[in-house]
């Protein structure tokens, strides 16, 4: 069956960098885009960007850019989210979920979540 | 920007509801298709899919559960809510990146 597993829960300073791991198993990695959303505490969803795993280029959304890197290792069938200069309000749950690489796409298997937590 | 209204709705189960998502722009794309997916995130969980290309249920999602609308005015309605509906409802738009969420709607049980 399709899994997507992420990496644990991360506690880092403000100014530190994190990275989060997400494992697909259950179908062809390249098949799928790998996209990263997360969701603040009292926040709604937010789109983080994406990694297209057939050929590795990324999108991200503006907030975050120059911040974010997403990435992945087709050896290991494994996407990664980096967020470097942490602030306090990237406090978040984050989320990987994978999306069709054809049509018509959907989110429509998420991982279980990582807890990053941003405090001095 | 997609807007999402009411923020939060307390219903009695086996009672209707209607959210509301009204997007910026039109996310009526030239091939007929409305992009715009509703995804339900229940407490503790991972956001799930509901509704996706504006009525389309995803395989395994109750048919109390309906999207309509077109260009920038859509609607989930859940025909008669039961206790396992509560969570934060969420629209987005899927016509063009930065993909956009709407705020959310919080549905609990009266």
């Known amino acids: 069956q399709v899994r997507l597993v992420q990496s644990g829960a991360e506690v880092r300073r403000p100014g530190a960098s994190v990275t989060v791991s997400c494992t697909p198993s259950g179908y062809p990695f390249n098949d799928y885009n790998i996209h990263w959303v997360r969701r603040a505490p009292g926040q709604g969803l937010t789109w983080v960007g994406w990694v297209n795993s057939k050929t590795g280029a990324t999108n991200y959304a503006k907030a975050f850019q120059g911040r974010v890197t997403i990435t992945r290792d087709t050896s290991v069938s494994t996407a990664f989210m980096q967020l470097r200069s942490l602030r306090s309000d990237d406090t978040a749950v984050y989320y990987c979920?994978?999306?069709?690489?054809?049509?018509?796409?959907?989110?429509?298997?998420w991982g279980q979540g990582t807890l990053v937590t941003v405090s001095s | 920007v997609m807007t999402q209204s009411p923020l939060s709705l307390a219903v009695t189960p086996g009672e209707p509801a209607s959210i509301s998502c009204r997007s910026s722009?039109?996310?009526?794309?030239?091939?007929?298709?409305?992009?715009v997916d509703w995804y339900l995130q229940k407490p503790g969980k991972s956001p799930q899919l509901l509704i996706y290309?504006?009525?389309n249920r995803i395989s395994g999602v109750p048919d109390r559960f309906r999207g309509s609308g077109s260009g920038t005015d859509f609607t989930l309605d859940i025909s008669k809510v039961e206790a396992e509906d509560v969570g934060v409802y969420y629209c987005m738009q899927s016509l063009q990146i930065p993909l956009t969420f709407g705020g959310g709607t919080k549905v609990e049980i009266k």
């Open positions: 722009q039109s996310l009526l794309n030239h091939d007929g298709y409305n992009y």
């Open positions: 290309l504006g009525y």
């Open positions: 979920a994978r999306r069709y690489s054809g049509w018509p796409f959907y989110f429509d298997f």
